[in-house]
């Protein structure tokens, strides 16, 4: 990935924050259009075949589970097997961070209401699906079920007046981030890790969770010059389903960290027991 391109994508990680209060405007559509070609235009450094859909949905409606509906959102389709949510979760995060970057306010949202979303796009909704779901939200549970809307995140202006109750317990709440220390697949193992792998850590750990459970833990080997991350083998989360999305995401933070630094990791992304293993050989 170019300088020109990856830099500003750095920029916007500290930038970045879950909004959920957004002002009822639709956005100018040269935002839109440039979110489509980003993604188009994006190089990867695996092959994957997740895509998105841009679209406009209806105010006053509830495509999200606390009530929120701007009208510009954005659903990230992929199958769903492991590596393939994990790598939709990894493009994911390259086009919120894309659209700070355009000064726009994004969320994930795991929770999407299917059946609302089946009015804007097409053969996403069936009954079987909406049975599949989780309480009607998301695409269920299921591993390996075809193609599915991965996530959905609306964009667009953040409503800065918004007293909602939930939006300030989300600020205040869920928006801390645990120490790299806690987040090690062998405890103790960054005490002879090099400056620069704890700056790339620094921004893999400011990526966004699910109920900001973090569940990413980082390992390392070949002399520091390999870094893995992945969940713990067996980890659960009692509200979202599919945390192996959210390790892509925390692995999209690592390469745009490694290229900054100068390296072009070779990037491998496969199942491992019941979780999506990342490992970054530079
Ligand atoms: C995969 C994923 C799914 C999420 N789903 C929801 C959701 O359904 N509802 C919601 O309010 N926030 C959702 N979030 C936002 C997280 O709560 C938020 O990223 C986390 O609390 C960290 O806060 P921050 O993004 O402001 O840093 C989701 C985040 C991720 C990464």
Redesign the pocket.
């Known amino acids: 990935m170019r300088n020109e391109i990856y830099k500003p994508l750095i920029e916007s990680i500290p930038l970045?924050?879950?909004t959920?209060a957004f002002l009822p405007e639709q956005l100018p559509k040269e935002y839109t259009e440039q979110i489509k070609h980003f993604f188009k235009d994006l190089e990867l450094p695996f092959i994957h075949h997740a895509r998105i859909e841009i679209f406009q949905a209806e105010p006053g409606k509830k495509l999200?589970?606390?009530g929120i509906n701007p009208i510009d959102n954005l659903a990230l389709i992929a199958e769903t097997d492991l590596a393939s949510i994990s790598k939709a979760?990894f493009a994911g995060e390259l086009v919120m961070l894309y659209a700070v970057s355009l000064g726009l306010s994004t969320?994930?949202?795991?929770?999407?209401k299917l059946s609302e979303l089946g009015k804007y796009i097409d053969g996403i909704a069936s009954a079987d699906r909406i049975r599949e779901s989780t309480m009607g939200?998301?695409y269920g549970k299921h591993i390996d079920a075809g193609e599915r809307v991965i996530?959905c995140m609306p964009f667009g202006r953040q409503n800065e007046k918004s007293k909602r109750l939930?939006d300030i317990v989300?600020?205040k709440l869920?928006?801390k981030?645990n120490p790299i220390e806690d987040l090690l697949e062998i405890p103790g193992s960054l005490n002879s890790c090099p400056e620069e792998i704890k700056d790339v850590l620094e921004y893999a750990r400011?990526?966004?969770?699910?109920?900001?459970a973090q569940m990413w833990r980082f390992g390392f080997g070949n002399g520091f010059t390999t870094v893995t991350v992945a969940k713990p083998v067996g980890y659960k989360h009692f509200k979202?389903e599919?945390p192996d999305?959210?390790i892509g995401?925390c692995a999209a933070h690592i390469w745009l960290g490694l290229l900054e630094k100068g390296y072009s990791p070779k990037v491998d992304v496969k199942a491992d027991a019941d979780r999506a293993f990342w490992m970054f050989d530079f």
């Not at 969320?107 to 999407?112: R, T, V």
């Not at 400011?206 to 900001?212: D, F, M, Q, R």
Request: aromatic content about 18%.
């Open positions: 970045r924050r879950s959920r999200y589970n606390n979760g969320c994930w949202f795991g929770h999407y939200y998301g996530c939930v989300g600020a869920l928006t981030r400011l990526a966004p969770s699910a109920a900001n979202w599919h999305v959210d995401m």
